[in-house]
């Protein structure tokens, strides 16, 4: 430390944490970083030391896995045991990554033959992938401040970029960035469902690969438990578990996914300086571990947070929320830093129905992603992905919301597990392909925002007492459940708003 009070050592341990970079040459980083070569040593990984790296190959075909990767079927498989049985299982890459759709984890995936070489993530995008296509050739990273640092970037003049970046609606929507596109020019964010063709430099969507089958609510609610309760017992066994748990849906359904593991989990709420103690937020899930016996604990986030892990924070990626970092450090680094946080994002992929629309506009649908409608950018921004993707939609039998959330509005949760990683590992097990797919597969109605009894029925299935306690009681919500049950909750905003 020196006389600024600067702790240059810690600054320097947590800055960029378990990222990594793709670059057409080595870069003269921090001498503790791994690097292997990628396209026949044409492109250079550069990977932080904390982020677990596996690498599997054969006479032909070498995978690069960043992160780690989770078989609901075999929870005791590690990394290396799930790239050989799909190295063994799969001939070229279209068949590859098809098998991986039953797989979950937080990962990014490097697939290399004779024919090609590719790169993609996991079912929701938690591990990022930025790209760069430039003069000196593609450029890849977990976050655009590190490819900052050692590329020579650009501001992105596009109509509107800076004023949106800029704006209050930006702020006050927690930096909920909108597009693919990003605030420097010619470097976008991968959205799921797409992979990187790493010698072309050209992004190509990988699913749907065919229309969703309907299935029924009892049979995508026995299936989904069996691979929720899978992947639970999975990551269970790669490191010790922490999960909070409030008084919503998403949750309660993975607290139910826990029974049988619950011995070797902490279950946890944070309480917010805005949050009173009577809340519901915090007495129903405080009342339903007493019932259970479970012990349950009340974590304060404190108000203040170290100058250098905060320099840090704020450093590593493009979008940070500087209100996160008292909990952050407080609880996530200070307490659990070697522990692995479960969090229950990435389902309102599943729980997002509020009815039948009519007419799918970038208004509506901003409203869904932490916007009111009244931003141009973000308006025109959804606008753009409706435009390009309703037809495919239609054609493939899937919600157009549901999938606009997937591919857009995940980005957010993704920008949050990167800037979690400067503290603690985040996992969510609804980052699976065909878990999704099975979820979605129901009688949209089943799917209500509002009274989810797709999600009432799994929790029946896997641990029926945690409902002993009601999920998000309100005047409100009742409400609003019944009009989408009924279909009128768009035609009811729309009486309000002219009256």
Known sequence: MDNTGYDKLLYERLIYRKQYIIMPYTIDGPSEWKTYGIR????????????????????????????????????EYGNGDILKMLLRENRDFDSFIEATFSLGGRFVMIYEDDKCCRIYNDAAGQMELYYHKGSKGLACATQLPIMKR??????????????????????????????????????????????????????????????????????????ACWMLKGFMNAISRRGKLIIPVTAGWDSRLVLAATKDIRDRVTYYIIKYPWMDDESKEMTIPRNMFEELGIPFKVLNPGAEADLDFSRAYMDNTAYPIAENIPGAY??????????????????????????TIKSPNGKLFSTFIGYEGNNDYVVRMCDKWINKNSKLAKEMNIDLLSLFIWEEGLGWEASQRSQADIAIEEYSPFSCRNLLEMLLSVNDSYRNKYNCSLYRSMIEIMWPEVLGEPVKPSFKNTLNGALVSMDMLYSAKKIFKKL
């Open 150 to 223: 050692y590329m020579e970037l650009e501001m992105n003049t596009d109509k509107g970029v800076q004023e949106f970046y800029e704006s209050e609606d930006f702020a006050n929507s927690l930096r909920q960035w909108v597009g693919e596109d990003t605030i420097y020019k010619a470097t976008r964010r991968l959205n799921p469902n797409f992979y990187l063709d790493l010698i072309e430099g050209e992004v190509v969507r990988y699913w749907p690969l065919k229309p969703l089958r309907k299935r029924s609510r009892q049979a995508s609610s026995e299936m």
């Open 330 to 355: 407080n609880i996530f680094y200070r307490m659990f830093n070697d522990r692995i946080n479960i969090t229950s994002q990435v389902s309102e992929v599943v729980r997002n129905y509020c009815g």
């Open 40 to 75: 026949n040593d044409r492109l250079v990984l550069h990977v932080h030391p904390e982020l677990e790296v596996t690498i599997a190959d054969d006479e032909k075909r070498k995978i690069v896995l960043l992160g780690y990767v989770l078989d609901w079927q075999n929870p």
